[in-house]
């Protein structure tokens, strides 16, 4: 599914990713851990596409794809999705109307029918009522207002819609009580299938407790410096990163 | 801008020279008080000419590309039957090149009246001028001067007037025509109406659209008035507006400017009786060279009276907006509640807006704000958008829809807020044609 060789990015000059390897294969859950300052958010935007990464060497290969010469949009057609850490405020655009547009123009991009306004609503209504979010979600501007528990639900919410291959979780975790951290995994386990991989970047163990991972890799000063199972996010928790620093 | 001996004269002289040839066949010709004031908007224009730039009013906008060109004032009806805009409700008056043109037009059986000014000038003495300043505006002594139509309407004390399209159509000519339209509309006490005007004209075709208005709404009564302005791309709009509101009542104006290649909207509105209220909002969306100016001059002369104002304007290639807003809040005025916002998008960095608040205030309780603020679109909320898979011309229309929307959910009527909608709408979807 996603393929990563070598990876090293800048940003303003400064060299944040020294040599990414990583592999997710398609169906698996793999969660990267690790501390503050390691990367892990510059990883995310560069796999997304944001700009102001400056992609200095190595290769990412989505599905046999060249994952790094694709547009954002390309990528979200070729169905990567990124659950933003802070979710972009969008006053005035209309939730349900940004929400049938994303959907609408991933589903052109696959070939697939366009939904009408009627079909769409009847959708998103089954996928927030599976997730456990107020119907009143639609109706609001995009994260206008939006507590940071229902600004990461609208993320799943996006998720749930866009029916993604490959989603990445940005510390979607971090500012969650329990109960939105619950509908955040409820979301994602869901979604749980051969065809579906995901990236859980995360700090702590706590969201692993509720999206079990197949793997978990510690990214630490840029490279990934530890790799193992579940039990690995346990030690961590238990021992902090200063073990993995010490064996690495 | 000499005026020659031969040939078409061009600028104000040109206008003037017009005028002289003209006079004895404009309409109202052998009516003793018109032909006084057009004599006197004459003397009013010839001491002033056009504006330059050195006139404070005028700083922001150049009228050297329309005083350079020579035009025509045809006063012959044309009968050509040219493409009309949608129409908003059962009722519209339409006028081509200016003229009405009774064919086009559905004006029976309305419970009001409203009819040709040309047709209706007998019984307009003391109406006619009463609001307009030629002494003070040359573009307006120039209208005063030439004009050849308009429309006349006159709704009766509680009548409910509903919708009424103003539809203005310029044609093609072989030489650029100029026509300077001037229309009455008066709303008798507690009587309503909304006046959906819509302007367009072909592509690459010079003229020159001059309309002027005055309005009077009377003690209670609502007046709700769009221009939508899609001149063609070569074409000069300059449009000025009087308003007097009476106690109570409402005038509620918005403004689109999304076509011609020069326009200058300029409103002049009264709060003249207790608890009147005016909203203008305006939107300006501009491409290549286009110029849009949009200013405001309004007078807060009675107390208790409560006014906003939200523009916005969308500037994209080489264009430019200019946004002057003056609000005048004379002494008696007390407890004015006035509020003025004017917000620019700058979608190119070849494109530049001009923005002047003024306020001028002389009674001492009263609660007034303005700002302004000039922006391009956010890179985040760019990247969040197209991170859903949606391309980047769709995001950018979806954010400056979003930049728009709070200057068009201020129209409190609906079917004008349906038209402005649908007006921004196509403006997208030109752009996202030629793009």
Known sequence: MLKIEGLTAEVEGKQILKGVDLEVPAGEIHAIMGPNGSGKSTLSYVLSGREGYEITGGSVSFNGVDLLAMEPEERAAAGLFLAFQYPVELPGVGNALFLRTALNAVRKARGESELDAMQFLKLARERLKALHISEDMLKRGVNVGFSGGEKKRNEVLQMALLQPKLAILDETDSGLDIDALKIVADGVNALRAPGFSALVITHYQRLLDYIVPDRVHVLMQGRIVQSGGPELAKQLEAEGYASVQAAA | ?435
């Open chain 2, 1 to 435: 801008m000499t005026a020659q001996p031969s040939g078409h004269p061009s600028g104000a002289a040109g206008f003037l020279h017009r005028f002289e040839g003209l006079r004895a066949r404009l309409p109202g010709a052998r009516l003793g008080f018109v032909d006084a004031l057009r004599g006197e908007a004459a003397e009013a224009f010839r001491q002033q000419g056009f504006p330059t730039r050195r006139v404070e009013a005028w700083k922001y906008t150049d009228l050297r590309p329309l005083a350079a060109a020579g035009f025509d004032e045809p006063l012959t009806a044309v009968d050509s039957a040219p493409d009309l805009p949608p129409a908003h409700g059962a009722a519209r008056a339409v006028f081509v090149d200016g003229r009405f043109r009774e064919d086009l037009s559905a004006l029976d059986g309305l419970p009001y009246a409203a009819r040709s000014l040309a047709e209706t000038l007998p019984g307009l003495a003391g109406r006619l001028g009463g609001l307009a300043r030629i002494d003070a505006q040359p573009m307006v002594a120039l209208n005063t001067m030439l004009f050849e139509d308009g429309l006349v309407v006159t709704v009766p004390a509680g009548v409910a007037g509903g919708v009424l399209d103003l539809v203005s159509v310029a044609t093609a000519s072989e030489r650029p025509e100029a026509f300077h339209p001037r229309h009455l509309i008066r709303l008798g006490a507690g009587a309503s109406l909304t006046l959906i005007e819509t302007a367009t004209g072909p592509a690459k075709a010079r003229y020159l659209h001059n309309p002027v208005y005055e309005i009077e709404v009377a003690a209670g009564a609502a007046l709700t008035h769009a221009q939508l302005q899609q001149e063609g791309d070569a074409g000069f709009q300059l449009s000025t507006v009087y308003a007097r509101v009476d106690e109570g009542g409402t005038y509620d104006n918005f403004t689109l400017n999304a076509g011609a290649r020069l326009v200058r909207n300029e409103i002049h509105a009264i709060l003249a009786g207790p608890k009147a209220a005016c909203h203008m909002n305006g939107a300006q969306l501009l491409q290549d060279g286009q110029h849009a100016d949009t200013t405001t001059v309004l007078d807060h002369a009675a107390p208790d009276c409560a006014s906003r104002q939200t523009y916005k304007t969308v500037l994209a290639g080489r264009s430019r907006g200019v946004f002057q807003g003056k609000i005048h809040v004379h002494q008696i005025a007390q407890r004015t509640d006035g509020y003025q916002m004017n917000q620019a998008l700058l979608l190119s960095p070849e494109a530049e807006i001009d923005s002047k608040p003024q306020l001028e205030i002389y009674a001492d309780d009263v609660k007034c704000s303005h700002g302004a603020t000039v922006g391009e679109i956010d890179a985040e909320q760019l990247f969040y958008l197209r991170s859903r898979g949606i391309p980047e011309a769709r995001a950018r229309a979806l954010l400056v829809e979003a930049f728009l929307k709070e200057a068009i959910e201020g129209v409190q009527d609906e079917t004008a807020r349906g038209a402005l909608d649908a007006a921004v709408t196509g403006w997208w979807q030109r752009q996202e044609r030629a793009a």
